[in-house]
């Protein structure tokens, strides 16, 4: 039965400064991340990991970026359980300032040559910081964003989280294209730092923003009538753990973003010969068409419900990282616009830009920064490690890819298969998301009611018992 909205509830919803505020702190987030990404791809190596094997090197550096999908479950669950607890616009707060720290921080480090083992050390510690960062964002803007989105829209609005991914990585390329253009010695010794100290500007930005968003009114609701779970992570696994497993499971799909994005540039660059510049304009336009293409996805969500759409993209992607490695290694650009097209813009956005809804649409109000925010983020710590694994599965000779695509392709039947498996959401309303959960703790009560009433009852049986 569809319940509407309480009056006061709704009135206060602002869903256009709550997407807004989501795209822009987003945008930080994944610019800092790809600026990574593409550093690991190309400079990294040489810089923090020197080797006599450049490929040693590399796996390396791309290790580096699998550390901070380490970080992010950790950062998922200590900044899930206090956005629970004390709200979610305090917590997005904090982790604007972590992330834009910690990516001006690494612009400054010393490189190998000039500090030894010091330099892998504090680029290692300032990547733990950008995860622990970034495992608290992607969940905590998404409940904020469907908690102020009005029902029957709630895919839309959230879709501009995962909006401001693409954005950033837009950003990201846009800001590196020049850089790598200069000369090898001025990009390696102060040319990749300009993209870092770039961060702080978006970090402004953001946080002014987020500072004149108010709190969800879902939250303060529960606030007010004493609801909020007093350990969201148990409460949490207690009643909801199947979708917690499940959210880990849909998130796999991620793999294709990653190897994609850091994977894949250093594929076209060191083995199938393209240059730099033409790869990243590529990426960059590919991905910066998904904007529009996101949110086009998430409306289609909002009308024929998110699995039909997810299930797509998953089979698609799946079907399509093939044809964009075979068009990697024929060497025509064109190709690879194309397949890039088709695998990122067209059918990737159909995972990215409804997953921000149907996640938090999981779980119940009480914990769905929590719930989501861990079983996404583990999750992620695959697609966070893919760019190391695909490095390692990588074989000789002209298909060596294969095993490249073959994994991708794993990760997005795991993908599917969670998603045929979770709760259809787009038509439920947002008070009896999370069933679980209600019926769970609305059973405990009615238990706690009647513990109760046979405690007050017992002291007047005994009176009556009395000669």
């Given at each position: 039965?569809?319940?509407?909205?309480?009056?006061?509830?709704?009135?206060?919803?602002?869903?256009?400064?709550?997407?807004?505020?989501?795209?822009?702190?987003?945008?930080?987030?994944?610019?800092?991340?790809?600026?990574?990404?593409?550093?690991?791809?190309?400079?990294?190596?040489?810089?923090?990991?020197?080797?006599a094997?450049?490929?040693?090197?590399?796996?390396?550096?791309?290790?580096?970026?699998?550390?901070?999908?380490?970080?992010?479950?950790?950062?998922?669950?200590?900044?899930?359980?206090?956005?629970?607890?004390?709200?979610?616009?305090?917590?997005?707060?904090?982790?604007l300032?972590?992330?834009?720290?910690?990516s001006?921080?690494?612009?400054?480090?010393?490189?190998?040559?000039?500090?030894?083992?010091?330099?892998?050390?504090?680029?290692?510690?300032?990547?733990?910081?950008?995860?622990?960062?970034?495992?608290?964002?992607?969940?905590?803007?998404?409940?904020?964003?469907?908690?102020?989105?009005?029902?029957?829209?709630?895919?839309?609005y959230?879709?501009?989280?995962?909006?401001?991914?693409?954005?950033?990585?837009?950003?990201?390329?846009?800001?590196?294209?020049?850089v790598?253009?200069?000369?090898?010695?001025?990009?390696?010794?102060?040319?990749?730092r300009?993209?870092?100290?770039?961060?702080?500007?978006?970090?402004?930005?953001?946080?002014?923003?987020?500072?004149?968003?108010?709190?969800?009114?879902?939250?303060?609701?529960?606030?007010?009538?004493?609801?909020?779970?007093?350990?969201?992570?148990?409460?949490?696994?207690?009643?909801?753990?199947?979708?917690?497993?499940?959210?880990?499971?849909?998130?796999?799909?991620?793999?294709?973003?990653?190897?994609?994005?850091?994977?894949?540039?250093?594929?076209?660059?060191?083995?199938?010969?393209?240059?730099?510049?033409?790869?990243?304009?590529?990426?960059?336009?590919?991905?910066?068409?998904?904007?529009?293409?996101m949110?086009?996805?998430?409306?289609?969500?909002?009308?024929?419900?998110?699995?039909?759409?997810?299930?797509?993209?998953?089979?698609?992607?799946?079907?399509?990282?093939?044809?964009?490695?075979?068009?990697?290694?024929?060497?025509n650009?064109?190709?690879?616009?194309?397949?890039?097209?088709?695998?990122?813009?067209?059918?990737?956005?159909?995972?990215?830009?409804?997953?921000?809804?149907?996640?938090?649409?999981?779980?119940?109000?009480?914990?769905?920064?929590?719930?989501?925010?861990?079983?996404?983020?583990?999750?992620?710590?695959?697609?966070?490690?893919?760019?190391?694994?695909?490095?390692?599965?990588?074989?000789?000779?002209?298909?060596?890819?294969v095993?490249?695509?073959?994994?991708?392709?794993?990760?997005?039947?795991?993908?599917?298969?969670?998603?045929?498996?979770?709760?259809?959401?787009?038509?439920?309303?947002?008070?009896?998301?999370?069933?679980?959960?209600?019926?769970?703790?609305?059973?405990?009560?009615?238990?706690?009611?009647?513990?109760?009433?046979?405690?007050?009852?017992?002291?007047?049986?005994?009176?009556?018992?009395?000669?």
């Amino acid at each position: 039965m569809h319940t509407a909205p309480a009056p006061r509830l709704a009135a206060r919803k602002t869903p256009r400064k709550a997407a807004l505020a989501s795209f822009l702190g987003s945008t930080l987030e994944y610019y800092d991340f790809f600026i990574y990404g593409t550093a690991a791809a190309l400079v990294f190596p040489h810089l923090f990991f020197p080797s006599a094997d450049p490929a040693l090197g590399l796996v390396a550096a791309f290790a580096t970026f699998g550390v901070a999908y380490v970080a992010r479950p950790v950062g998922g669950l200590v900044m899930g359980h206090f956005g629970d607890k004390l709200g979610r616009k305090k917590i997005l707060l904090l982790t604007l300032g972590i992330m834009g720290l910690a990516s001006l921080g690494i612009g400054f480090l010393p490189s190998y040559e000039q500090v030894g083992m010091w330099a892998p050390i504090l680029l290692v510690a300032g990547r733990l910081a950008q995860g622990f960062s970034a495992g608290a964002e992607s969940a905590g803007a998404s409940t904020l964003t469907l908690e102020h989105s009005p029902e029957g829209k709630r895919g839309f609005y959230t879709s501009f989280v995962m909006t401001g991914y693409a954005s950033g990585m837009v950003l990201a390329t846009l800001v590196f294209i020049p850089v790598t253009a200069l000369p090898q010695e001025a990009m390696m010794s102060w040319g990749w730092r300009i993209p870092f100290w770039l961060s702080i500007v978006v970090l402004g930005i953001a946080y002014w923003v987020r500072t004149h968003l108010d709190e969800t009114p879902v939250f303060e609701e529960a606030q007010e009538k004493h609801q909020v779970a007093p350990m969201p992570v148990k409460e949490v696994l207690k009643f909801q753990g199947p979708d917690v497993l499940r959210v880990v499971g849909m998130s796999v799909m991620s793999v294709m973003q990653t190897i994609f994005t850091v994977f894949g540039l250093a594929y076209a660059t060191s083995t199938a010969g393209f240059d730099r510049a033409s790869i990243l304009t590529v990426n960059a336009v590919a991905i910066g068409l998904s904007m529009f293409a996101m949110p086009l996805a998430a409306r289609l969500s909002d009308r024929i419900g998110r699995r039909p759409v997810l299930l797509t993209a998953a089979i698609g992607c799946s079907v399509t990282i093939f044809l964009y490695f075979l068009a990697l290694s024929s060497g025509n650009i064109v190709l690879v616009f194309l397949a890039a097209f088709l695998n990122m813009t067209v059918l990737y956005s159909g995972f990215n830009g409804i997953w921000p809804s149907f996640f938090a649409e999981q779980f119940a109000a009480p914990v769905r920064y929590t719930g989501m925010a861990m079983g996404n983020q583990l999750g992620l710590v695959v697609a966070g490690f893919g760019p190391m694994i695909a490095g390692l599965l990588l074989a000789p000779g002209v298909t060596g890819w294969v095993p490249v695509a073959v994994f991708a392709t794993v990760c997005m039947l795991i993908a599917a298969a969670s998603v045929y498996f979770s709760r259809e959401t787009y038509r439920t309303p947002i008070e009896e998301l999370g069933a679980p959960y209600l019926a769970g703790t609305a059973r405990r009560r009615e238990l706690l009611a009647q513990e109760e009433l046979i405690a007050q009852q017992q002291p007047a049986r005994s009176a009556l018992q009395l000669p």
